[in-house]
Each structure stands twice: as C-alpha cells, then as structure tokens.
C-alpha cells in the first residue's frame, strides 16, 4: 500500500473531469463519486506512469500496453489489509488486464494505492456479495452486487509494472 498526497492541481483536474462526465448510467453514488474516481486514477498513475485513457473498458494504458482499470473509494481511516476492495457486478465484463484499488480520504487530500491484481485472478479469488447484504465489520448495506476481495490479497503495482508480459485478455 502505497500513500500519495494529493496536490490542489489533482483536485482541480478531478472535479473538471467529474462536471464533464456528469452521472453514468447504473452509478450506485449517482456520480457523486466521480471526484473520487478521477482522483483515484491520477494517484495511481503517479505510482504507474502510463497514459490516462479514460475509456469504459480501462482507465490507464500502461507502456507496454497492457491497460488498467482503477476502482476508488471514499475513506474516513487509513484502510487495513483485511478491508475489501470491490468490483461491481455490471462491471465484469469490461476488457482490461488488471484491476488497480484505491481509497481516497473525504478530505481529498491524500489516496491510498492498495494494489493491483491481474482481472482473472481477481474473479478467482473474489467472493460474490448480493446487493442488501450487511457487511459484518462495518455494518455498511451493499448498494449493488459485487465481487470482494481482501486488499492484503492485491500485489504491488510496482511489481506488475516490471513484468512486460502481455497477458491474453478474458
């Protein structure tokens, strides 16, 4: 787990990016995390180095080619290795080679960059969590299904940024 600080010229470029997304189409925050997200995609690519694409399928084309997709979410407390990192259900079939975690404080003022794992490998591991379910540690309600996964569970971006494999996409 990585913490980057979050700089004034980020937040710009998130909540600039957010007004021009506007709300999409089965967003459980009803684009209120937009913000988060963008700001979760610039520090993971502060970490990563590749280009910001933005796409439906991906969100960073690294420079070997493979892409990433980042998944950002709010944080009140720096998160622990037993706290999950989700992927929604209507998102499964995206074509991207690995998913990136992020978390981003309310104060938007610094992300935490949990991990990254390689998208067939997450669906390997990742436990299915049906919308309504109580969550036994916070007693949070899922909003949508998804798929878990424990962030101790995540590899380091570093590392996966060092392998110039091209893995065959799902």
Known sequence: MEEVWITPKMREIARQKAEEMGTLRNSISNGEGNVIGFLGELAANSILGGSLENTYQYDILLKDGRTVDVKSKRAKVRPLPYYE?????????????????????????????????????????????????IDGDNQFEIKGDCYNLKIEQLQDPRYITKCTFKLEKM
Do not use: P
């Open 85 to 133: 990192c989700s992927v929604s259900a209507h998102n499964i079939k995206q074509e991207c080679d690995f998913y990136l975690f992020v978390r981003v404080t309310n104060e938007l003022d610094r992300a935490w960059v949990l991990g990254m794992i390689d998208k067939r490998e997450y669906y390997d591991k990742a436990n299915f969590v049906a919308k309504g379910t």
